[in-house]
């Protein structure tokens, strides 16, 4: 399930052209869990203020933050405080289909938790989309 590295020599991304280090190297999953406890945070505190912490409101206004998020500045309130964002493996625009797809499969739970060597979730895998930092 989670590989890591063997050898100094190999890191996550480079499969893929992606630098060790620096802009454009795959987002490590320690920013990867604070930008997810910052905008789960911020579902909960909007649930709690306007639908009694409702668990599928949470839920709602989770999705609904990150595909709007992702679609008008390519990253969630977390992937952005954090120094990350979401771009299409392929390059180019991230689109409106991306960020519905993951989205979905993140809610989901399973996909985002099964990882490949290059530390990308199956919902990234799925979407064509890399977790990257600024």
Not at 116 to 125: C, I, K, L, S, T
């Amino acid at each position: 399930m989670n590989q890591q590295a063997t050898t100094p020599d190999e890191w996550p991304g480079k499969r893929i052209g992606l630098p060790a280090e620096g802009p454009r190297s795959i987002g490590r999953f320690g920013r990867r869990l604070v930008a997810l406890s910052i905008d789960w945070g911020f579902a909960v505190v909007v649930s709690i203020a306007f639908f009694d912490y409702d668990a599928f409101a949470t839920l709602g206004i989770f999705v609904a933050a990150q595909v709007v998020l992702l679609i008008t500045a390519n990253g969630s309130f977390g992937h952005l405080i954090t120094g990350m964002r979401v771009v299409p493996v392929t390059g180019g625009m991230l689109g409106v289909w991306r960020p519905l797809v993951r989205t979905i499969l993140m809610a989901l739970v399973i996909p985002a938790v099964i990882w490949d060597v290059d530390q990308r979730g199956m919902h990234d895998r799925l979407a064509g989309t890399l977790l990257v930092r600024r």
